[in-house]
């Protein structure tokens, strides 16, 4: 039987922890997942059921999240990577395999481009990598509703700021899904003294894409309706990881996790094991054409470099 452990460790005087999923028979690195600015540890239950089954789970609330200390009022990045570092170290391993999506893609892209030796896989789901001037304005909505305390407004707004909501796009358990991202909002914002702060720091202080990362396998993919960047330019970020490889996941959206959870965590105990992807479940084909054009975005990027 899997062993649970939570740790506290501290970087920059602030406190934070991680929960650790032990698996006695692991086949590969421990998978560390990092997730949006509002989810926490433990908020992954499909992984701990499929990735489980192939390796120690690690999950975490970095500082900004869950239970963890406030962020100061400063740029967090270098902060969240070194709290990142910091649970690698305690783990006692070599190298991990690194999940992050969403919010948690930034912090992994970057612990991967200081750290290649530390990173063993690197998967990227759900790349806010373009966000534009009209989503930026939802936000701001949002942030305004939030910090006059209308907290249900908030939530909501977040939510369709999230999701694709358009009909004539095919979208698994969309209505169902909706409704859950809403009351998971509204139950953060009530109850994590992170809320406001998160999302003036995705306003303020927003992620860092840039730089590029070679020596570390990586797989980037999207929901195929994904409308805080969308799949072409969640295609286009994966060109600068040398070697990557990016799959969409059908009828889903940004929260592909949500809609898709057991393909999602299916697909990611797939990469890390080293198995194939195209068979996995509610993977895209994606035609001979479209890779041909991925390969060749990669190797530009490199000789750009």
């Known amino acids: 039987m899997p062993q649970e452990t939570v740790r506290t460790l501290s970087v920059n005087g602030l406190r934070y922890g991680y929960r650790l999923l032990q698996q006695p028979a692991a086949r590969t690195e421990p998978v560390v997942i990092l997730g949006g600015a509002l989810q926490g540890m433990f908020g992954w239950p499909q992984m701990d059921h499929h990735?489980?089954?192939?390796?120690?789970?690690?999950?975490?609330?970095?500082?900004?999240?869950?239970?963890?200390?406030p962020l100061p009022d400063v740029p967090s990045a270098g902060i969240l990577r070194s709290a990142l570092t910091r649970i690698i170290d305690d783990l006692g391993v070599e190298r991990v395999n690194l999940f992050g999506y969403s919010y948690g893609t930034s912090v992994a892209l970057q612990c991967a481009q200081h750290e290649p030796g530390r990173i063993?896989?690197?998967?990227?789901?759900?790349?806010?990598?373009?966000?534009?001037?009209g989503q930026r304005a939802h936000w701001l909505r949002a942030e305004e509703r939030l910090k006059a305390g209308d907290l249900e407004a908030a939530a909501a707004l977040a939510a369709e700021g999230l999701m694709c909501l358009d009909p004539d796009r095919r979208v698994h358990r969309r209505e169902l899904a909706l409704r859950y991202v809403r009351r998971s909002l509204l139950h953060a914002m009530s109850g994590s003294p992170h809320a406001a702060d998160s999302v003036s720091r995705v306003l303020g202080d927003p992620p860092d894409f840039s730089g590029g990362l070679t020596g570390v396998p990586a797989l980037v993919f999207a929901g195929e309706h994904d409308t805080v960047s969308s799949p072409a330019q969640q295609r286009e970020f994966a060109?600068?990881?040398?070697?990557?490889?990016?799959?969409?996941?059908?009828d889903s959206d940004h929260w592909v996790v949500l809609e898709r959870p057991d393909d999602v965590a299916d697909l990611v105990a797939r990469f890390f094991t080293d198995r194939p992807l195209d068979t996995a479940p509610g993977v895209a084909t994606l035609p001979h054409r479209r890779r041909a054009e991925h390969d060749a975005a990669v190797s530009a990027y490199a000789v750009r470099r």
């Not at 089954?53 to 999240?65: E, H, I, N, S, Y």
């Not at 063993?120 to 966000?131: D, Q, T, W």
């Not at 060109?239 to 059908?250: D, K, N, P």
């Open 120 to 133: 063993a896989r690197l998967i990227l789901g759900g790349v806010p990598s373009h966000i534009d001037d």
């Open 51 to 69: 990735v489980g089954a192939v390796a120690d789970v690690v999950t975490a609330d970095l500082p900004g999240m869950g239970g963890a200390d």
């Open 239 to 250: 060109a600068t990881i040398e070697g990557s490889r990016f799959l969409t996941l059908t």
